[in-house]
């Protein structure tokens, strides 16, 4: 198991800027890809980022490729996600994940969430 724990959420203003980050530790070695995924109140979970962890190719949702990034520093199994011109419809919780060798498709491991809120 990989346990993950975000932090950076907070509230900022349309057109801010906020950085996520995610630590992660446990079996750390069975990681394949790491990604970002957000729910608003009352809306589905949904996927916003991934990349693959041993060679850092990523994957954007549309509602916010230009103006997020998802990075890594595997030496200290930390995963980033640069968010620019945040916009009131990105508010919500924000969970890191983690989908280990072998799991394919699968998101096996999540964090608690952390909120980010853009006023208007």
């Known amino acids: 198991q990989v346990q993950l724990l975000e932090s950076g959420g907070g509230l900022v203003q349309a057109g801010g800027s906020l950085r996520l980050t995610c630590a992660a530790s446990?079996?750390?070695?069975?990681?394949?890809?790491m990604g970002w995924f957000r729910q608003a109140p009352g809306k589905e979970r949904e996927f916003v980022a991934e990349?693959?962890?041993?060679?850092?190719?990523?994957n954007y949702a549309d509602s916010v490729k230009g103006r997020f990034t998802i990075s890594r520093d595997t030496a200290v199994n930390m995963v980033y996600l640069q968010m620019n011109s945040l916009k009131p419809e990105d508010t919500a919780v924000y969970y890191c994940?983690?989908?280990?060798?072998?799991?394919?498709?699968?998101?096996?491991?999540w964090g608690q969430g952390t909120q980010v809120t853009v006023s208007s």
């Open positions: 990349l693959t962890w041993s060679n850092g190719i990523t």
């Open positions: 994940s983690a989908s280990r060798l072998g799991s394919g498709l699968i998101w096996n491991d």
């Open positions: 446990g079996r750390t070695f069975s990681i394949y890809r």
